[in-house]
């Protein structure tokens, strides 16, 4: 029996117009063996939202270098619970000031990745938790 393999979404919210990292993240988890869907750049948190159910996604991987990620990340956990998805696991990355993570946390991102993260890191903190 085939082990069922883990589904991502990766998504850019907001204007930011910088992908590179997020390119880098989907590949480097196709690489671990997940199924990667990727949304593009700005995606509001609705468009995220919409797309983590269609595809029936375990996990969204949020990625800001923008500086919007206060505004972005924490809707798309509450648009996620509100539409029953309480069981989505949501990440985010970037460039997120240290003092932001608490808050992020508490708002329900289960981690957030900054720049120099190995890329097996975050591979196996999903692996470890879906």
Do not use: C, N
Not at 6 to 22: E, N, P, Q, S, W
Not at 26 to 45: K, N, S, W
Not at 53 to 72: C, R
Not at 87 to 110: C, H, N, R, T
Request: charge should be negative; avoid cysteine.
């Amino acid at each position: 029996m085939s082990e069922k393999r883990i589904r991502v979404l990766v998504a850019k919210a907001g204007l930011d117009g910088h992908d590179r990292g997020a390119k880098v993240i989907a590949q480097a988890l196709r690489d671990a063996g997940m199924e990667v869907i990727y949304t593009g750049l700005r995606q509001t948190p609705e468009q995220i939202v919409e797309a983590a159910i269609q595809e029936d996604v375990q996990v969204v991987g949020l990625s800001s270098l923008s500086g919007a990620h206060m505004q972005l990340f924490p809707p798309v956990v509450q648009l996620l619970r509100e539409q029953g998805a309480v069981d989505v696991l949501v990440i985010g990355g970037g460039v997120i000031p240290m003092e932001d993570i608490p808050y992020l946390k508490e708002a329900g991102l289960s981690e957030i990745f900054t720049p120099g993260t190995s890329t097996e890191d975050i591979a196996k903190y999903i692996k470890d938790r879906v």
